[in-house]
């Protein structure tokens, strides 16, 4: 059964910091590209950050170009989002994307940034 369960979403104060997760299981997550995608309500879903199956990352957002950094850690089947110097418009249910012999999201997790 494949599962991405993203984490470590919350509240947090303007220029504040969180470091979201994904643990993905019941696939090779080490041979899938691997993405997180912000949407806030009323908008589309917008492509934040993507990174290679090597590690090798290949897009930012620009909006977030300098403040977040996308990682993973094969060993642990985990992608990660470092998020810093958070601005409210920032705030958006963050979720998610495997992308490989077949596509998978996560439910995503909320993070909201207000003072």
């Known amino acids: 059964q494949v599962q991405l369960v993203e984490s470590g979403g919350g509240l947090v104060q303007p220029g504040g910091s969180l470091r979201l997760a994904c643990a993905a299981s019941g696939f090779t997550f080490s041979t899938y590209i691997m993405s997180w995608y912000r949407q806030a309500p009323g908008s589309e879903r917008e492509l934040v950050a993507t990174i290679r199956s090597t590690g090798t990352v290949t897009y930012y957002a620009g909006s977030v170009k300098g403040r977040f950094t996308i990682s993973r850690d094969n060993a642990k089947n985990t992608l990660y989002l470092q998020m810093n110097s958070l601005k409210p418009e920032d705030t958006a249910v963050y979720l998610c994307?495997?992308?490989?012999?077949?596509?998978?999201w996560g439910q995503g997790t909320q993070v909201t940034v207000s003072s």
């Open positions: 994307k495997a992308v490989g012999e077949n596509y998978y």
